[in-house]
């Protein structure tokens, strides 16, 4: 029991000392540099869009869009095959790839 209560004082005594070591690592100046001028670029208008005043909008169309936005959520449209796009339609004309041969100066 007396060597247990020595070791455990001992490792709380260098714990407590490891917190005395002056540390090493400097954090470089420029640290973090690339990650601001990436979100700063990325930034269109960090002040947003200036309220010009109150948007009007009259009862009619007002409506019109609320019956829209219900309508969606009552019968939700028709999923789109992204596969099929532009496959079929009418008066498309096929793909054609320009001929390169015989045009080289060499």
Not at 51 to 56: I, L, N
């Amino acid at each position: 029991m007396k060597m247990m209560t020595r070791y455990f004082t001992l490792m709380a005594a260098l714990m407590m000392l490891g917190g005395c070591v002056p540390r090493s690592y400097q954090e470089e100046p420029q640290f973090g540099q690339t990650v601001r001028e990436n979100r700063a670029i990325q930034t269109v208008n960090p002040k947003g869009i200036p309220p010009s005043g109150p948007v009007a909008l009259d009862g009619t169309t007002a409506k019109a869009a609320m019956d829209r936005y219900i309508s969606t959520f009552i019968t939700p449209p028709p999923p789109v095959n992204v596969f099929s796009i532009g496959v079929g339609a009418s008066g498309s004309a096929p793909m054609t790839v320009p001929s390169v041969m015989g045009t080289s100066p060499y």
